[in-house]
Nanobody, 122 residues
Framework: QLQASGGGSVQAGDSLKLSCAAS????????MGWFRRAPGKERESVAA????????YYADSVKGRFTISRDNAKNMVYLQLNSLKPEDTAVYYC?????????????????WGQGTRVTVSS
């Protein structure tokens, strides 16, 4: 029901835009989040956005470089990745939570996309 896309292999400093297409239900009222799992590391929350798009959450490691947005009419969520660093290399997942409050815990998210790989070389 969630399909992430847009990953790729880029150089440090480059940009990518990840997309998450939702289908099968309307996610306009859901909190949407992006997580990533780097090689040898646990899954971590990167960014999250509530239904209105106000006060999005960003992990400190991506604040000022990544931007999360959503288009409820299109059932889409995006993650703009700018000034990419090698440490951003990971598989990125979009997820949806029916909770009203943004959470960084993966257990709060019921629906998950399959992941899209981002590789940043120095």
């Amino acid at each position: 029901q969630l399909q992430a896309s847009g990953g790729g292999s880029v150089q440090a400093g480059d940009s990518l835009k990840l997309s998450c297409a939702a289908s099968g239900r309307t996610f306009s009222s859901y909190v949407m989040g992006w997580f990533r799992r780097a090689p040898g590391k646990e899954r971590e929350s990167v960014a999250a956005i509530n239904w209105s798009g106000s006060n999005p959450y960003y992990a400190d490691s991506v604040k000022g470089r990544f931007t999360i947005s959503r288009d409820n009419a299109k059932n889409m969520v995006y993650l703009q990745l700018n000034s990419l660093k090698p440490e951003d290399t990971a598989v990125y997942y979009c997820a949806a939570s029916s909770n009203a409050i943004i959470s960084t815990s993966p257990t709060s998210y019921r629906y998950w996309g399959q992941g899209t790989r981002v590789t940043v070389s120095s």
